[in-house]
């Protein structure tokens, strides 16, 4: 399942964990997706993936949204 925001095309990073004695680890930093329910303008409904702040575009859009 994709992890990948397609409103802002948010994806996940990598990174490390760091320990007090310095030592690092490999990590993965997630985007904070939702799956939401949108009313298209031509009256259809989708599903789609989108962050949070995605989430926020489309509501400044007008976007009919049901979470």
Known sequence: MS???I???KKPMSGHNV???NNKTKRR???NI???RITLPDGTKK???VSA???RILKKK???IDL
């Open 3 to 5: 992890k990948k925001c």
């Open 7 to 9: 409103v802002t095309g």
């Open 19 to 21: 320990s007090h004695a």
């Open 29 to 31: 930093f997630l985007p």
């Open 34 to 36: 939702r799956t939401v």
């Open 47 to 49: 599903k789609i993936k």
């Open 53 to 55: 702040k995605g989430l």
């Open 62 to 64: 007008n976007f009919q």
